[in-house]
């Protein structure tokens, strides 16, 4: 615990991670091209520069013992050339590289034998014209970027063989859309000797009209053995990946009862947000834990949980303002927790709530008043 | 919470308080005369400087909006100023006056009928021998220091009239000791609009040799009207003193079923560590919401919890070095807090270890372990 980390990414994540780490005094070096990062103030060292220009991370990496990241979109050449000269870099900068490829996290799936919706690599737009007339049972399906994607950007939904123009241009997946009954997410930590800990199945509660996770409810509500391949599939994809850190894996379940792998990140993740509150070790403990070789965390919950995102409202841009922050901390069981980030964009991920009640019910009402009773504004109106 | 906060201090108390406050993006402000505190890389601003100068301390409470402590030995007529030019000064600097003389403080107890063991008022030594010949049936008894006494010190036992030239030379009480059951802590939260909460009653145990606190336990293992009392002491405590923050009052339940104010602290307290990963509000955030005038939060338990105060080590003085925390970190529910000190002293706080577990003798057995597991030592020897 002596030594000095690295987090490439100043975000909430990095906010959040580092947060944790003062419980046992971590130094904590950031690097992030946005000078107002949330990090900025809470880090021990704060560096403004690129996550993917080689020498700014090379660099950054000189004055750190152990290296970690809260994005994989960074330069990973850099990250393997400071591991050969002997840093501990976690995760590995060969699971980032393999995880950063939307093409090659797919292909590994298959590799491992681990389920996931059927696929074909695209080379272009006019590869997958081809493909959609050649396999018109792929439809619908969804086409993927390669790499760069982001929360939800880099993807776009083929319905029909005349969607394949909505197609993009540069290499990705054709993925089969899977006609799901709920989305789950289990959260995997493996430290350097094998150790591994799943947190509890979650599941995202989509919005019944509109088509946008609307909150995270943990536990999942599902069947005993379906928590059972949920959990089975997230622990063998971190020992398939070797991973050393934490794994998000997305899940989706099928209207058949099959558990499916989505996708993964190899980090915290805002599936997690809740254990800060609601597990006997956080997700960001955990990571700790696992990139510092210490044993990992007991993940049990103290009871249900409940997470909502706390976007930035349509049409305001400019300086945030939390309207309704009051009528949200009279509710027993309710915390807020913002990314202090001074201005506000639609759909920006300023903060999260997290609510815990005893009963599912209870959780499910208390979600419902939190959600209208929050909004992130601005005066400025865009 | 958009407010500029201060701290009078920059200790492991205002660390926690920091830790709490990234929640809610809170910007905090530390004076602390020691320029490597706990809190240097932490807060937003830090300024190294005397907390009993009055230029010093008005000058700080110039940059800020709110300003608080957490010590209370503080130049209070500068908080006074400060709070005449329309600052939010809390705990009130006229609460603090009254908290930080223990004559003050035993004399508001007597005034307000706070039951408290019976006392004399002293001036100086001479003035002990003639109570103590005069009043036998007071002794045993403690002379402690009207100010400035802390932890243990500025406190000497008078059993018997002969030790009255033991007695300091200073302003002081001739408290009679109280020949107490249990050691017990309840910490009570009131914030400006007159809304009060309090936290579940604590246990300190002490070691069955040494006359030291090894451990605490919450809740404390006390009969149900016992712990009404203790709850209901502490609230008229609070209200008595019109505080808005946390007040500590620790109590004493006496072999008769009496409970006794012992002393009390207008800030978070060391009987309120547990709750950081025990209850649905820690202290830290519950200090929050009081001095800002928010709702104050849900104080209940997520089960029984202990907490074990991490001291240097006896013969050991210099850089700090944690031994067996390997050990600890392998025990599910066991959390250590380290408060960024890089130097050990024999009996220095260093940090502290939460226990959770679900029975009372569980946490009873891992509290053992944790205690003979873990020690903080310098490879330079005293």
Chains 1, 2 share one sequence.
Not at 99 to 114: G, T
Not at 307 to 312: F, R, S, T, Y
Request: charged share 25%; proline share 6%; with cysteine.
């Amino acid at each position: 615990m002596n030594d000095v980390i690295g987090i490439l990414g100043g975000g909430q994540l990095g906010l959040m991670l580092i947060q944790a780490g003062i419980d046992w005094n971590l130094v904590i070096h950031c690097l992030d091209p946005d000078p107002q990062a949330s990090c900025k103030d809470l880090c021990t060292q704060f560096t403004v520069g690129s996550l993917t220009d080689y020498d700014t991370v090379y660099q950054f990496g000189q004055g750190v013992d152990v290296l970690t990241i809260e994005i994989e979109k960074v330069n990973v050449d850099a990250l393997e050339a400071l591991e050969r000269e002997g840093k501990r870099v976690y995760p590995q900068p060969s699971v980032i590289r393999q995880i950063q490829d939307k093409r090659v996290q797919k292909a590994f799936f298959r590799q491992y034998n681990l389920p996931t919706a059927d696929f074909v690599l695209t080379d272009d737009r006019a590869h997958v014209a081809r493909i959609v007339a050649e396999q018109p049972d792929l439809l619908p399906a969804f086409h993927k970027l390669g790499r760069d994607g982001y929360d939800g950007r880099g993807v776009q939904r083929i319905a029909t063989p005349a969607d394949a123009d909505k197609a993009f241009g540069a290499p990705g997946v054709l993925e089969k859309a899977v006609d799901f009954d709920k989305e789950l997410a289990v959260i995997v930590a493996r430290n350097e000797r094998g150790e591994v800990q799943t947190f509890p199945t979650v599941e995202m509660v989509f919005h019944p009209d509109l088509n946008l996770v609307d909150y995270l409810f943990a536990p999942a509500d599902i069947a005993p053995d379906v928590n059972e391949q949920a959990q089975k599939l997230a622990r063998r994809t971190a020992e398939a990946f070797g991973i050393v850190g934490l794994l998000a894996v997305e899940l989706f379940l099928d209207k058949a009862g099959n558990v499916l792998i989505n996708e993964v990140a190899p980090r915290p993740h805002n599936s997690g947000h809740h254990t800060i509150r609601a597990n006997r070790t956080s997700q960001f403990e955990q990571h700790w834990r696992a990139i510092l070789n210490l044993p990992l965390g007991n993940t049990s919950a103290h009871g249900p949980a409940a997470m909502i995102n706390l976007l930035g409202e349509p049409g305001h841009t400019g300086p945030a303002v939390y309207e309704g922050l009051e009528t949200l901390l009279a509710m027993p069981g309710v915390s807020p927790f913002f990314y202090g980030k001074a201005q506000t964009r639609p759909g920006r991920k300023m903060g999260h709530i997290t609510v815990l009640d005893e009963s599912l019910d209870g959780l499910r009402e208390k979600a419902e008043v939190v959600k209208a009773s929050i909004r992130v504004v601005s005066n400025l109106t865009a």
